[in-house]
């Protein structure tokens, strides 16, 4: 499972990650919206342990380490940050991506087998920007998942390539829910899906609201009633011709 509590990271003059907290654990998709691209790429990093919080806790099955949660876990996709190059055709970004793999995982991965095995044959030739959405998520995911360490699963504004959720949700859904290789998966996105009622979070939940001075109200003197008022004076006025006499 992973947890992060009041996850924050500071910036120049804002915070790159307001306070942020959330749970997801094997076997289930989580969506965490964010109206910010710089946000949503903060927590992707964050999780995935490629960026060091400023505050906060963050947790794999119970352990805090960064680099063990960064080597349980895949970012994918995050813009500016590994998001593939528009230039490469399929066949080289997984060329790439395989030589990424640790060797003692890797054996003879080669990207022509490993593009026939996986069925993504039929795009080997083409450029990534020419992939359909709903495909290049496809891609994507089984190159991540090539690595067989891989238990979590960050994708940093999969909808940016379609506002079509079909696009990008029902795969994430399988991958979560794979009986045999369920995976944490989270997908920070900018809004969530219109009837998604599944796991989900806000970016900023953890943000304290700000303090309530409470206002005490003086309260007003009781009033007099008329008829002893009236009574009071004629007492006084009394006392006084006394005191003359």
């Known amino acids: 499972m992973l947890t992060a509590q009041e996850l924050q990271i500071n910036g120049r003059r804002a915070d790159l990650l307001p306070p942020t907290s959330l749970e997801v654990r094997r076997g289930q998709l989580l969506l965490v919206s964010g109206d910010g691209q710089e946000q949503r790429t903060s927590l992707s990093l964050a999780l995935s342990g490629r960026m060091k919080p400023s505050n ?3 947790a794999w099955d119970g352990a805090a380490k960064t680099k063990k949660i960064r080597l349980a876990s895949a970012l994918l996709d995050s813009p500016g940050v590994n998001e593939p190059e528009q230039h490469l055709s399929v066949q080289d970004l997984v060329t790439e991506d395989l030589a990424l793999i640790p060797r003692r995982y890797r054996g003879a991965l080669l990207s022509k087998p490993w593009l026939k095995v996986n069925s993504f044959e039929d795009i080997a030739g083409l450029w990534i920007e020419q992939l359909p959405a709903e495909r290049r998520l496809e891609l ?4 991540a998942l090539a690595d067989p ?4 699963l960050v994708l940093d504004s999969p909808d940016r390539h379609s506002s079509d959720p079909a696009d ?3 795969r994430l859904e399988r991958l ?6 369920p995976l944490a998966v989270v997908a920070v996105v900018s809004a969530l899906p219109d009837g998604w009622d599944g796991a989900s979070a806000a970016i900023g939940n953890a943000v304290p609201e700000p303090a309530v001075e409470e206002e005490t109200a003086e309260e007003p003197a009781e009033e007099q009633p008329a008829e002893e008022a009236a009574g009071d004076e004629a007492a006084e006025e009394a ?3 006394e005191v003359a006499r």
Do not use: I, N
């Not at 994507?140 to 190159?143: F, K, R, V």
């Not at 979560?176 to 290789?181: I, K, L, Q, S, T």
């Open 149 to 152: 360490a891989v238990d979590l």
């Open 140 to 143: 994507l995911t089984a190159l």
């Open 239 to 241: 006392a006084g011709e």
């Open 176 to 181: 979560a829910h794979d009986a045999g290789r």
């Open 168 to 170: 990008w949700l029902p």
């Open 56 to 58: 906060g806790t963050l």
